[in-house]
């Protein structure tokens, strides 16, 4: 079966850095999304990986190893904001969308 | 604004009424979609449409309906639904169905069934 891992929830500090993982065996990879979702509000598309190495966006950058099924979401500088669930998704071979439970990140003053 | 808008925002409804929940998107986008989100479980995906043509149907029960009438609208027409299916319904759009441009997403429906 197809499965995606990542940790149920999170805790950091503000200005600090958090890695949130996400593991996966998926039929077929043609990448992998990172979204975050503030509670109560829609999904907003954060990264798209398909090829090893790490991606980075301001303070947030994502990594991606296809050849270990892994993947992480790294956030620096961490804001009181950044207070949200992230959802790790992986695209199979049939470009179905794979879905993880996500990870609430909590971030303490 | 994220460019997919849902209503209503929230929905208590009983067993046997009918009910519908409306998604619009602005984006100019041909495939749209509706997922089950419930507490602390992956995104479920419901339906796909692309070009308004139902392309998946992930074994839903027949008491969710879905209609696409052109490529920006979609429904999801409720009819004697069971208290699991209580969740957050979240409407989804991409420029197409297949491929990997990223899916945006509305605010969702909390559906609570009495």
């Known amino acids: 079966g197809q499965n995606i891992d990542q940790p149920t929830e999170m805790t950091a500090t503000e200005g600090a850095i958090v890695q949130i993982n996400c593991t996966y065996q998926?039929?077929?990879?043609?990448?992998l999304f990172w979204y975050q979702q503030h509670a109560g509000e829609a999904p907003t598309f954060l990264s798209y990986n398909v090829l090893d190495g790490l991606e980075e966006k301001g303070r947030f950058s994502s990594f991606l190893s296809r050849s270990k099924g892994y993947s992480y979401l790294l956030l620096k500088e961490l804001q009181m904001k950044d207070s949200a669930s992230y959802l790790c998704a992986v695209l199979d071979s049939n470009y179905q969308l794979i879905w993880g439970a996500g990870t609430k990140l909590i971030i303490k003053p | 604004e994220t460019g997919v808008t849902q209503t209503p925002r929230h929905l208590v409804m009983g067993m046997t009424n009918k009910k519908s929940l409306k998604c619009e998107q602005h984006l100019g986008h041909n495939a749209m979609y509706w997922y089950k989100q419930s507490a602390k479980k992956p995104l479920e995906l419901m339906f796909v449409?692309?070009?308004?043509?139902?392309?998946e149907n992930n074994s839903v029960p027949s008491r969710f309906s879905p209609e696409c009438p052109n490529s920006s609208h979609l429904f999801l027409h409720l009819h004697t639904l069971q208290p699991e299916d209580s969740a957050l319904y979240l409407c989804?759009?991409?420029?197409?169905?297949?491929?990997?441009?990223?899916?945006?997403f509305g605010d969702g429906t909390r559906l609570s069934i009495l």
């Open positions: 998926t039929s077929g990879f043609n990448g």
């Open positions: 989804a759009s991409s420029p197409q169905g297949e491929g990997n441009q990223p899916q945006h």
């Open positions: 449409y692309n070009f308004k043509e139902q392309t």
